[in-house]
């Protein structure tokens, strides 16, 4: 198979990515384990190193461990693959499957998290750990500490934050300033070139970047790692009949369909006839051409959507692209 991933450096750090990081949440469960096998050696094969996952990722109640993590590391195992050719990103910090109110965001579940991730990995190590939800009640200096004696004890490389708010990620950052530690080398947000109900999204605990957001991730150079990035499937299926009657893009419709989100997608779909362009080099062009760097997260369904997805990567859109789309 060939191998048409491209890479770059994370800005900040010397750590090397995919151009495209592969989402595994619903592997092992939703996606069973031998099409997930299939679709992580077709990502391994065409070049690609970054796997995503979490130590909630198929965990249906308290007490389970995570299936996506399980089913790569027993990909890792079953193929032989080397530890030093695959960058494996983890999140921990969760609240608990059916406890929302539960909320875990304290060093000794990150340790607790961490380690468990490490056995489900079979590794000794992550490349990259997220804290996967946040608690405003709780300080975020016992974290920052916790993070970096990870990174010192050579279990972890670099860390981030996902879904958490701006207030948030500039009290660690300016917390790891002032002790002299390492701070959040990226952060990982919804984020796609649609209009999102943020009513929805807020109810299902996660964080959208906002105009807000990005100002502030553009002032202080803070890479995104960009999860939905295609928005589910959005803007290749609005305006097919199906689409709004389809089960399986109930969460699309939920989330992204809109009046502002329909006119984007016609922009859309007027700069591809124009330029082109194919909607997936659109879509993740808006979602890398933001100011600073973007990197988005993708669940292709199949093999055949891989090759679009990772020459789709090498796209760029210029500001009047994006001015159009988001304005004209």
Same mark, same amino acid.
């Given at each position: ?20 990081? @592969?989402? $595994? ?28 996952? !979490? ?14 993590? @399980? ?13 030093? $050719? ?18 875990? %965001? ?7 998290? +961490? ?10 190590? @992550?490349? +990259? ?16 500490? !916790? ?36 701070? +959040? ?11 999102? =109900? ?11 970047? $906002? ?6 991730? %553009? ?10 990035? @295609? ?7 609005? =305006? ?46 808006? %979602? ?15 093999? =055949? ?24």
């Amino acid at each position: 198979m060939e191998k048409i991933m491209g890479y770059q450096t994370l800005q900040g750090t010397d750590l090397t990515i995919s151009n495209v990081i @592969l989402g $595994t949440r619903d592997y092992g469960w939703n996606v069973p384990e031998d099409q997930a096998d299939t679709l992580l050696t077709a990502y391994y094969d065409m070049g690609g190193t970054n796997l995503d996952t !979490a130590h909630i990722y198929g965990r249906t109640c308290p007490g389970d461990r995570s299936i996506s993590e @399980l089913t790569i590391g027993r990909w890792l195992k079953r193929h032989g693959i080397r530890r030093d $050719t695959i960058f494996l990103s983890s999140k921990g910090c969760s609240n608990v499957p059916g406890i929302r109110s539960y909320k875990r %965001v304290t060093p000794e579940y990150l340790r607790e998290d +961490f380690e468990e991730s490490l056995v489900n990995l079979g590794t000794d190590y @992550l490349d +990259f750990y997220f804290l996967h939800k946040d608690d405003e009640s709780k300080p975020v200096e016992p974290m920052i500490d !916790a993070l970096n004696a990870l990174v010192k004890a050579g279990k972890l490389r670099a860390f981030g934050a996902s879904n958490w708010t701006v207030e948030r990620l500039d009290q660690a950052q300016r917390y790891a300033r002032e002790s002299g530690q390492l701070g +959040f080398a990226a952060v990982q947000l919804l984020y796609n070139m649609a209009f999102p =109900n943020l009513s929805l999204i807020d109810k299902a605990t996660d964080v959208a970047i $906002t105009d807000r957001t990005l100002r502030y991730l %553009v002032k202080n150079q803070i890479p995104y790692f960009a999860y939905s990035a @295609l928005a589910r499937g959005y803007f290749h299926m609005w =305006n097919k009949p199906e689409f709004r009657i389809d089960s399986r893009r109930a969460r699309a419709v939920e989330f992204y369909d809109n009046s502002e989100s329909r006119l984007r997608a016609r922009r859309a779909e007027q700069l591809c006839r124009e330029t082109g362009m194919s909607m997936s080099e659109v879509v993740l062009g808006f %979602v890398m051409s933001r100011g600073v760097q973007g990197v988005p997260i993708v669940e292709p369904g199949t093999v =055949n959507h891989f090759e679009d997805t990772f020459r789709a990567a090498n796209a760029r859109l210029t500001q009047e692209q994006i001015d159009f789309i988001l304005y004209s």
